[in-house]
């Protein structure tokens, strides 16, 4: 697959089949991941791999917390962010509504609700870094994840980075033993078989003009 291909080709799954993926194969893209570059080679990634009945505990105890805690998110509100950013979401949502609604049942929290249980993906993969380290370091987190996700695409398999999940960053660290003393929770990554007949799936996200986020000098 050319480079071009996989950066333009690979998009975010959000419904996967009941199949497994080998732990081979799950080793391989790791060491696509491992390969991202990093600050000074320090290669601050730890990857945590979870998958049958450790996943299903894990989402029931995540979701019993979003039942207590009801947290959501919408940047709408509290005028944290730019609105620029705050009109990109809200033109994904829009956009993305109606393969939403076409689905059966009640489907209206559907991204929330699906984040919580990792869209019923069959492996979770946790990235954390050392707690000491500066946040810059978060740019070498992205690197990893970006390998991540390119490594599963051209495998065929399919990836959805979720970071509303880490709401309940508390209810993650205490199933999977990471201590968040020394270790840092930044996003976890669905993986699995795409499920090419699940509607939500055969939505693509768009892109605004690129020429409104590059600024030439000396051309």
């Excluded at 570059?37 to 998958?51: A, D, I, K, L």
């Excluded at 505990?57 to 207590?68: D, F, G, P, V, Y």
């Excluded at 209810?171 to 033993?177: E, K, S, V």
Aim: aromatic share 10%.
């Amino acid at each position: 697959m050319e480079i071009s291909e996989a950066l333009r080709g690979r998009k975010t799954i959000r419904g996967f089949l009941e199949k497994a993926v080998p732990q081979s194969v799950i080793r391989e893209i790791l060491i696509d991941a491992h390969w991202a570059p990093s600050s000074s080679n320090q290669q601050p990634w730890h990857f945590h791999v979870v998958t049958g009945s450790a996943l299903n505990a894990l989402c029931e105890k995540i979701q019993e917390a979003h039942r207590l805690k009801q947290t959501s998110y919408d940047p709408s509100k509290g005028k944290t962010i730019p609105a620029e950013y705050v009109d990109r979401t809200k033109k994904l949502f829009k956009q993305i509504r109606p393969f939403i609604s076409s689905m059966e049942g009640d489907n209206k929290s559907f991204i929330e609700s699906g984040s919580f249980r990792f869209y019923g993906a069959p492996v979770v993969i946790f990235i954390t870094m050392h707690a000491s380290l500066p946040k810059s370091r978060y740019m070498d987190i992205g690197m990893a994840a970006q390998n991540l996700m390119l490594s599963a695409h051209g495998r065929g398999l399919g990836t959805c980075p979720i970071a509303l999940t880490l709401y309940y960053a508390d209810t993650i660290n205490a199933c999977l033993g990471i201590d968040a003393e020394s270790q840092e929770t930044l996003l976890c990554l669905a993986l699995g078989h795409p499920d090419n007949e699940f509607p939500v799936n055969r939505f693509r996200s768009c892109r605004d003009d690129i020429d409104s986020f590059i600024t030439w000098e000396g051309f």
